[in-house]
């Protein structure tokens, strides 16, 4: 599992990364390591380059709101970044779109919201059949 987060991510990232490792992922963070002001795209790209490549197998991107990381993190070839504000939406990122990487907005969900997300999108799996016709064709 991949993490990246801007500053405004950060402290929200620890507690993801806390939450994943308590439950045995691997994970690698691809950073900040600060509550420093740091610029986004950076980190989204860094995030997505890994699951495209294969090195993790999920992402997981957070910013102040979410939207720039999930375009930073769309903007690499084969990525679907869905940001999230509800179970239900992750849920339907895996089931339907088929979503690698999950983007947050530290800013718009507390953190028990958050990781009910991410457990919403770690569990759910890829539904297939027509959905895989549409995905498909995103690319
Ligand atoms: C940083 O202030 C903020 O703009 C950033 O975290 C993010 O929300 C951008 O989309």
Known sequence: ??????HGGYA???????????RSYQVTDC?????????YPYYGKTVAECVASGRAHRGVV?????VG????ANRVP???????????TARMARAHN??????LGARVVGTGLALD??????STDFEGGRHDRRVRQLD
């Open 98 to 103: 088929d979503a690698q990487v999950l983007a």
């Open 117 to 122: 997300i991410l457990a919403a999108f770690l």
């Open 69 to 72: 990381m999930s375009v930073a």
């Open 78 to 88: 084969g990525i679907r970044a869905a940001l999230c504000a509800d179970s239900f």
């Open 1 to 6: 599992m991949a993490l990246g987060a801007d």
């Open 12 to 22: 929200l990232k620890e507690e993801v990364k806390r939450y994943l490792l308590a």
């Open 62 to 66: 957070i910013c102040g709101t979410g």
């Open 31 to 39: 950073g900040v390591h600060s509550a420093e002001p740091a610029d």
